[in-house]
Each structure stands twice: as C-alpha cells, then as structure tokens.
C-alpha cells in the first residue's frame, strides 16, 4: 500500500513549513532556494552532519537530524511531523531509502509518489513515454539479433554502473551476467541532452497545459567515466583489446544550451510526458528530466525518465540561460520551494504533495 501524505496535511500548519531532504546530491541547492524563499530547513543525514556544508553558509540547513542509519527514518516520523516538514525527494534520497520504503512514508512528500513504479519499471516507463508520443530507442528482446551498436542495461543499476556495448551476439555472449535481469537498447548515436523541466498543476504562467503550465528550466550533460574521456588513450576497440572496458558511472555535469530551433520539440515532449502522466497515475508534478540523444537527422531519442529533480541542475544554482528569461537567479531548487509556498499560501498543498 502507498502511504497518501496527503491524509496529514489536516495536522500541517503551513506558515511553519520547514523544508527537508537528505544531505547530498542536490541538497545544497534545494536548501538554497528554500532559504530565498523564506522557509525553515532540515537537512537528515546518518551517522554525522557533512563537514562540507561548513563551506557553504548559504546552502547549509538551518538544522540537522542525524540517524543511524537510511531506515531509521521511520523512528523519527513523529518529530519530523511536529516540525512542520515537508520533505523534498531526489534520486539519492529515494535510492538510500529504498523505493517501497519511500512509497510507505508516512511523511508529506512533495510531488506524486506515485510516480515512482512507473519510472523504475523499464517496461511500465516504456509504455508511458510511448503514449506521450516520445522516440525511443529500439528495444532489442533476443540476443542473437545484435547486428548494431548495443547498450545493455541492468535493471535497478544506479549511475550507470555495469551497463556495457556491445557490437554483435559474440560480444554480448563475453560480457553479460546472466545472473541479473537486463533490458538491450539500440546504442543511439549523437548528442546527449538531460532536459530539465518543471511541471506546475498550480500556474498557468508558463507553456499552458491541460491544466497548470510546464517551464524549461535547463539543460546539461553528464560526465561519465570513464567513457568519456576514453578515447585519450585510444578507440573503445583498441582499449577493450587491451582489457579497459568503457564505464557510464556519471561524475559530474556540464551546462548546456540546445539550438533554439529544437525547443519547440523540447516543450512538445515534456507536454507529452505531463499529459500523459494524469490519467496513468494522477501526475507528474514538479521538476522531471528526460534523458536524450538528439542524432544527426536532429530527432531526439529519449532512453530514460527521472520523475523528480536531477543532479544536472546542480551547475544552474545561480540561474540558467533559460531561468534568467523566466526569473533571474532561479534555481530548480528554488522552484520547488516558490510552488510550495504558493500551494501553502492558496491551501492547495492536496495539488503537490503525496
Ligand atoms: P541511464 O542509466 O539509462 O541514464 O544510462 C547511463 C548512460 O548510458 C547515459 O547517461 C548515456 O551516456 C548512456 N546511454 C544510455 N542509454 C543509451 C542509448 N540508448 N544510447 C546511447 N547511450 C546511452
């Protein structure tokens, strides 16, 4: 059973909300924006606060709850109700926790949590982005029809970890562990583009929806190692050759900008992913990336959804090209901590929590 936090929104005064979320991936930002926005925060961790929040006075929390461990979580539900909170998922957040403990926090979390069956489940994902009009990279189901470039993916792998190419059915036979479930992509070749965007059931201030208005917030690309830096040394081939096998494990992120021509596509897709969204699961709301390969006949191929902020925010803290055209100095962070205030200020907090 999900737990609905909405059933607690009774007991929420919300003047006193105090934003919470754990401490890493894209804590300091999202503590950023709440702090502008004039919120309380809460930053939880295990074991001790991170010292390197001593380096950023004004992205530290204004207080710390530290637990034993990711799980003990629950033994603190209580005070977490006491003190206002509203927590603020991303992707370490749930991946630490777990995504069926998440689903039973019993806690107001903001967005659908919903959503998060379907963007976990390869096969569930591929049926909404499908619906939502979306290319995607063809799915290859048996082995032995590998006649091009491949990625092959390890269900629930995070950051990348263990996916590897390869060319043909001998190649795939040498490097897969049959051990763990897999799904097989066409390897798209082009550029990659994470797409940052914000979906707002509350406004209708941006491109108009249905219902609310969806904002492009950003864009950027990942950093992964060691494929990305590979070629230094000599081609994939060359290296596999000599036993150094090309990783995906994403160690940081570069801003981006996307020709301007290809935005009507950008807004078309995320409008898609949002429509679609209502009915499957009552709505993707808030920040969400697709992940894409825009080829050379500039059609993007979408390879994978993330339904709630990303770390390829985190080079737009002060702003990004396309946030200083919509609020100078917005942050995704910040966006998330202006839709809370506005639901808390209107009393539509039931909109864009879970
Ligand atoms: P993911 O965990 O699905 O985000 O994939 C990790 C990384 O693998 C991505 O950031 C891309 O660099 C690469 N990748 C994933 N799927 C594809 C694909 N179908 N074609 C080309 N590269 C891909």
Not at 31 to 50: N, Q
Not at 73 to 101: D, I
Not at 266 to 287: D, K, N, Q, Y
Not at 337 to 346: C, G
Request: charged share 25%.
């Amino acid at each position: 059973m999900v737990f609905d936090g909405r059933s607690l929104l009774p007991d929420l005064d919300p003047k006193r909300i105090t934003i919470a979320t754990y401490c890493s991936h894209t804590s300091l930002q999202i503590f950023h924006g709440a702090r502008k926005e004039g919120f309380r925060t809460l930053g939880i961790c295990v074991g001790e606060p991170p010292r390197y929040f001593e380096g950023f006075p004004l992205g530290r929390p204004d207080e710390f709850l530290v637990l034993k461990d990711h799980a003990d979580l629950f033994n603190h539900v209580e005070e977490l109700r006491r003190r206002n909170v509203v927590l603020v998922p991303h992707g370490s957040f749930v991946e630490y926790l777990g995504a069926n403990r998440f689903l039973d926090l019993p806690l107001v979390t903001f967005g659908n949590r919903n959503v998060l069956p379907w963007e976990s489940d390869r096969g569930r994902s591929k049926q909404w982005l499908d619906k939502a009009g979306l290319q995607l990279p063809r799915h290859i189901t048996d082995p032995r029809d590998i006649i091009e470039p491949v990625i092959v993916k390890y269900h629930g792998a995070k950051g990348g970890r263990g996916f590897f190419i390869a060319r043909n059915y001998h190649e795939f036979k040498s490097r897969i562990d049959e051990t763990k479930p897999y799904t097989i992509q066409e390897f798209v070749l082009g550029t990659r583009y994470y797409l940052h965007y914000f979906y707002s059931p509350l406004r209708g201030d941006a491109y108009r929806l249905s219902k609310g208005s969806l904002q492009f917030l950003g864009v950027d690309r990942r950093d992964e190692t060691n494929i990305d830096e590979a070629n230094r040394l000599g081609s994939i081939a060359e290296l596999e050759a000599i036993g150094i096998k090309p990783t995906f494990v994403v160690s940081g992120n570069f801003p981006m900008v996307i020709r301007e021509s290809l935005l009507p596509k950008v807004f078309r897709m995320g409008e898609g992913v949002v429509e679609t969204s209502m009915p499957l699961f009552g709505g993707m709301i808030g920040p969400f990336c697709l992940e894409t390969v825009v080829t050379d006949q500039l059609e993007f191929k979408v390879f994978e959804i993330s339904a709630r902020i990303v770390a390829g925010t985190n080079p737009y803290v002060g702003g990004s090209p396309y946030t200083e055209m919509i609020e100078p100095g917005l942050s995704t962070g910040r966006r998330i901590a202006q839709e809370i205030r506005l639901a808390a200020e209107t009393g539509r907090l039931a909109e864009i929590t879970s």
